[in-house]
Each structure stands twice: as C-alpha cells, then as structure tokens.
C-alpha cells in the first residue's frame, strides 16, 4: 500500500496514524490521533481500488445507523490519496482473547454477564438487520472500566472480505464467545486466534466434557446452538434472556469483579508495603511465647487500607485454590470442598520397643524361651575337640567356639512344628486324586470311548452344514441405475451434468460439489446437497456402498417409494462418516423403495480454502 502507512502518516490533514494494530490481504487496522478533536481514534484503511472498498463503506454507513453505549461507533468515513478509510471510537481496555491468555478460563458467571452484554446489543442491530459479521474474541473488548465494548461492527467484516447481514454467524459465534470465555477454547464460525474447541465426529465437545464445574444450563445452551442448532432458531433476544435469567441477582458480583481485575492489572494504584525488620540472630532468637504476637497497646505501622487488600487479596486467592467441584443436580450451583489451608499436627512419635535379653526368663514361670539344644560332646580328627555345651541347659562352658544351635520348647518335647500334620494329609489327598483320575481315564480307553467317556464321532460322514448356509441369500448390486443432482436448498444444481460419472462403474471418475467457503450446517449456506439414484423399480435396499472424493465426508441415507423434490417426510435409512475414500451403509432392516437419496451433510477441507467433496461411485445393493 503506497502512502500513509508508516507510523507519523497524516489522513486528511486530521489523522496521525500512530500504531499498525492489525493487517488482512492490504487492508490494515491503526491507532491514529484525531488532531481536531484531540483524542485517539480507530481507522481502517483500504486502497480505493481494492475490490473490499465498496463493501467497507457500505459496512460503515450501515454500522452507524445502530446506537448503543456498548458499540464502538463509527466516527467519519473518507477518502483521501487513493485511500478509503473509516474512522471509529476508540476503547481502551484489554481484549477478551489477551484477558483469557492471561488469567486463564472465567468462571460461568463472569462469562454468563459478558455473552449477556454482547447478546442485548446483537439483539438490538438484528432488528434493524445489522450483523456484526466477525464476532471473535478480538473485537470484544473489557474496557478500564469493566464494561464490555464491541470492535468494528460490520466493518472489521468487510475489510476482511466477507458477506454482510450475516446474521446466522452472529448467533454461532455468539455462543462460540460463551464457550470460550468458560473453556479457554474457540468454537465459533469465524476465524480467530484463540486455540480451536476439541471435537469428536464432527461436534465439538461439551464445555463440562472440557472443563469441570460448567452450570447444567450453559452446558446445553452451547450443545444445542453448536451443535445441533438448525433444529430450531434461536434469536440474539433469546440468548439475552437465557443469560439474564441464569445470571439473577449475580449480574452485579460478575460486572464489579471484572471492573477490579482489570483495575488491578492497570496498575493505577501502587500499593506500598511496609518495611519488615531484620530478623533477630539465630543464637539469640527470644522464645516463642514471647514473639508470639505484638504486646497489648502496642501500635501497627501498617495502614488499614493495606490491610483490608491484604484481606481482600486473601479471599482471591482462597477462591482460585484447587479443590473438588460439589455439583447439585436440582439448582445446577456449584460448589467447591477446598483443601485444608493449615498443614496437620504431626503424629505423636513412637515409643520404642523395650529391649528384651534372647534369654530373659517367660514372666509366668521365669523359665528361659528357648535354651542350647543338648548335645553329646563330639571329637574331631585330631581328638581335641569337644561340644562346650552341657546336657543341662546352662550354657556356661568353654571351647572351639562352635555356636550353639537353639530350639523352641515344644520341639524338644519331641512334638512336630505346627502345620506339619495338615501338609502331609494335602499331599496324600492329592496323590489319592491322581490315581483315581487315571484309572477313570484307563477304563474309558479300554470301552472305545474317549477319555471323558463321551462317545466318538462317526467321522465317515461329510461335514454338517452350517446353519446360516440355509438362510436367506445374500444381497446382490442392483444394476441400471441412474443419477441426477439434488439441491434442494437453492435450485440452482449442483454440477447436473456429472451426475453419472457416480454410477458409471468407474472409480476414476467422479460427481463433484461446488466449493463453499463455510462448512454444511446452522452456520453455513446449506445443510447439505446430494444424489437421487432411480433403482428403475422397486428393491429391498439393505446397503449403500460409496467412494468419496476426499476425506472426512458424512453421509446419510434416504430411501423413497417417489421422487423427492425435498428431504420433507423422509427418515434417515442409515448415515455414516467416510474417513477414507470408501465406506458402506448398512440398514438395520431392508427398506423399500425405488429411489435411493445420497446427501452429504459435511464436507472436507480442500487446498487454497473451503470445503468440497463427491462420489466417486455409489453401489446400491438389495433384492
């Protein structure tokens, strides 16, 4: 872009241009100072030549006829040295994409308010048919006040190229700005630089399968406008209502403590401690009775008002320590069992074991546990040695220094250890089973049979069928099928003259789509577009198999007695998402009919942007 581009540039005569905040495809967003009015300014500026520029203008004059305190307004709309350039109010604050990267997900309620406040003014330039087109967390702003601001209203749209009155987007992403704000993760239509949703089969998840203390309410308020929201039409009035009825007399405590977080990371207070004394020597450290706590009458340099932030600081940080969330299945409120803040007395120490002598005597008849076992007195090879042991238990003698080898009491008696008895008479039992177990297994080989005394089988005979050898066939690909385009939702075709290249027999060719730049669905131009294969007549249909043009494409199947013009009155005969190239619908019953509906309800992604996808063939099989 030539000219006005460098931080210093004037527009106008009025507009310094200040700060480069963004840029899309030569279409750039700045921070300018307004000379006249002394005061800063937003200014998108576009080449007059550039194919946007008529959009951008006509985005302008349509964002000004909405009024409300919570939209950043649009100030003057020129053009100057072969730039066109709108100027808007502007807000100073943090947006809701930085706020999430620095203090991490809000809780339900902060984000119950701030949907809330976006939702009151979608609803009001609804009515009057104004979108705001773009609604990602970098055009929703928390000013220095706590209040919510929105960003380039139907501008930032059009400077990035897309469609106006896109009012359908505005609900979806609405809803992806509640997820977010609870979750940290991004589920809207629009692009946006917050970390995407996680999904599975083609839904993003639920926010409480993401993050743990989600209210029941906003749970499924986001499941059923992300995913499943062409059921039914949900309006930005609807949404307003929902939040403020959630919301109660909580609205206040969400608003206030959004104004006090981002006071605190303004940083327009500094807060002075005061100095803390040197600690004492550790020789000559009172004892703790003493330095316990201050004396009676004694005076605090420290001011109440660092005091009560301490306080206050206090009870921020108990609220955001980790703890396990209590959910109340009846009012959906949710509460959390904290840990304990003071660490536990340490357990009372151990006695130690007295110690007891190897001889000491039994108390009861104050004769020694366990004594040297007798032994005769043993010579060795040169017949010097001796056993220093006498028979009478002593164990006073001296000698080779042999040691003694003890025993208990009852073995000296001549009794066995304890156990003894049981393990013998395991093993005779064991011993007794064997034997009988082969003898039983002898008697029967000796009779002919086999060794569990069932009877062989002839095996002379040939093989028995299988039961299922006798059913019903299987099924068959009925041939001389025909294809055409079905496109319901606009009657402008899909591609007619492709049709057949779906039933030609030859995977190397190929119905295709048009390419969308959104994907099938609430949020996109379509909810599908498809096939109708004409059978000739009337079959039992049991399965469909199918080779797409791309991967991941969903699929789902309709079989009809007529032609259909529309999907109105048909039931899904079965559905299927094709993460390959090939995959194969199975009814659960045969169903009958002469025309087979193909519709494609998700498309993939292809290079350069949007979505397409096809059939590369499609086999109908049945009776």
Excluded at 389 to 395: L, N, Q
Excluded at 564 to 582: C, E, H, Y
Aim: aromatic share 4%; with cysteine; proline share 8%.
């Amino acid at each position: 872009m030539q000219g006005h581009t460098r931080p210093g540039d004037v527009l106008a005569d009025r507009y310094r241009l200040t700060d480069l905040l963004t840029e899309s495809e030569g279409g750039r967003f700045w921070r300018a100072f307004d000379s006249v009015l002394q005061r800063d300014v937003a200014v998108h500026i576009i080449a007059c030549d550039d194919e946007r520029a008529p959009m951008l203008r006509a985005a302008a004059r349509t964002s000004a006829t909405v009024l409300d305190r919570r939209m950043l307004r649009v100030l003057d709309i020129d053009e100057a040295d072969e730039r066109c350039f709108v100027v808007n109010e502007w807000g100073s604050g943090t947006s809701l994409d930085i706020l999430l990267a620095d203090v991490g997900p809000l809780s339900p309620t902060v984000a119950a308010w701030i949907i809330a406040e976006v939702a009151d003014t979608l609803a009001l330039a609804h009515d009057a048919q104004v979108a705001h087109g773009r609604l990602v967390p970098e055009n929703v702003l928390i000013d220095t006040d706590g209040a919510v601001r929105l960003i380039g209203f139907a501008v930032d749209a059009a400077l990035h190229g897309l469609p106006a009155g896109r009012i359908s987007t505005d609900i979806a992403d609405l809803v992806g700005l509640l997820y977010a704000a609870m979750t940290g993760k991004w589920a809207g239509v629009s692009r946006s630089a917050v970390h995407p949703a996680p999904s599975s089969h083609g839904h993003v998840l639920r926010p409480r399968q993401v993050r743990a203390g989600i209210p029941r309410t906003l749970d499924s308020l986001c499941d059923h406008v992300l995913n499943h929201g062409g059921e039914t039409e949900v309006t930005a009035a609807m949404l307003a209502d929902s939040l403020s009825d959630f919301l109660g007399p909580s609205a206040a405590a969400a608003e206030a403590w959004l104004a006090r977080i981002e006071h605190a990371k303004r940083g327009e207070g500094t807060v002075v401690l005061p100095p803390l004394p040197d600690p004492p020597p550790r020789e000559a450290e009172p004892p703790a009775a003493e330095t316990g706590g201050a004396h009676q009458g004694e005076v605090s340099d420290v001011p109440d008002g660092a005091e009560a932030a301490d306080e206050a600081a206090t009870e921020d940080a108990l609220a955001t320590q980790a703890g396990m969330p209590i959910f109340h299945e009846d009012t959906d409120e949710v509460e959390w069992l904290r840990h304990h803040t003071e660490k536990p007395a340490p357990p009372p120490a151990f006695d130690p074991p007295p110690e007891r002598p190897l001889f000491a005597p039994d108390p009861e008849d104050g004769e020694p546990v366990r004594r040297p076992r007798s032994a005769p007195v043993t010579h060795g090879a040169g017949g010097g040695g001796f056993w220093p042991w006498e028979s009478t238990g002593t164990g006073v003698g001296t000698g080779s220094g042999v040691l003694p080898a003890y025993v208990d009491e009852d073995e000296e008696d001549g009794r066995p250890a304890p156990g003894t008895s049981m393990l013998r008479l395991a093993g005779i039992i064991a011993a007794c089973l064997l034997v009988l177990v082969a003898c039983v297994i002898a008697f029967n080989l000796g009779r002919g049979k086999t060794p569990l005394g069932t009877t062989k089988e002839d095996t002379t005979q040939g093989p028995s069928k299988s039961p299922s050898s006798s059913g019903t066939p299987s099924a068959t690909s009925i041939t001389g099928v025909t294809a055409r385009d079905f496109d319901p939702q606009s009657g402008n075709g899909e591609n007619p003259q492709e049709a057949a290249l779906a039933v030609d027999g030859d995977a190397g060719t190929a119905w295709t789509t048009l390419r969308y730049i959104q994907q099938f669905g609430p949020a996109g131009l379509k909810t599908g577009v498809g096939l109708v294969l004409d059978l000739g007549a009337s079959h039992d249909v049991s399965e469909v198999d199918l080779t797409t043009v791309g991967s991941p494409t969903s699929v789902s199947i309709y079989v009809s007695p007529t032609n259909p013009a529309n999907l109105d009155g048909l039931k899904v005969s079965g559905s299927i998402v094709v993460t390959g190239t090939k995959g194969t619908v199975s009814f659960d019953q045969p169903v009958t009919g002469r025309y087979v509906v193909v519709w494609l309800t998700k498309l993939p992604a292809v290079p350069g942007g949007g979505f397409q996808g096809g059939i590369a063939e499609a086999v109908v099989k049945g009776e």
